[in-house]
């Protein structure tokens, strides 16, 4: 079992910044290739961005690309996605989540994902 917990979500100017983190705790961090979601009101839930368990490889939705950062702290068994140059449409709530069985063409489908956290709300003001 694997819990997640978000956190560092709010609000934000167009153009502004944010760092969101997901502690893990409970089995070994290191097994789990962790992604991030999000879903906005009235939308389906899509994939931002993944990286492997061992922190190697990195995958990004084309709509954050170049914009945003996923990273991983082992030893704070930790998953970061800082998010720069927010527009207002990636206003949502931002789910972190758990893969055990990393595959880099299916890092996109939630489907995948063993375990999630409970969401953090990020809003982008125009």
């Known amino acids: 079992q694997v819990q997640l917990v978000e956190s560092g979500g709010g609000l934000v100017q167009a153009g502004g910044s944010l760092r969101l983190s997901c502690a893990a705790s409970?089995?070994?961090?290191?097994?789990?290739?962790m992604g991030w979601f999000r879903q906005a009101p009235g939308k389906e839930r899509e994939f931002v961005a993944a990286?492997?368990?061992?922190?190697?490889?990195?995958h990004y939705a084309n709509s954050v690309k170049g914009r945003f950062t996923i990273s991983k702290d082992a030893a704070k068994n930790t998953v970061y996605l800082q998010m720069t140059s927010l527009k207002p449409e990636d206003t949502a709530v931002y789910y972190c989540?758990?893969?055990?069985?990393?595959?880099?063409?299916?890092?996109?489908?939630?489907?995948?994902?063993?375990?999630w956290g409970q969401g953090t709300q990020v809003t982008v003001s125009s």
């Open positions: 409970g089995r070994t961090f290191v097994n789990y290739a």
């Open positions: 990286i492997s368990c061992s922190g190697g490889n990195q």
């Open positions: 989540a758990a893969d055990s069985q990393y595959h880099p063409m299916r890092v996109g489908m939630s489907l995948r994902y063993d375990y």
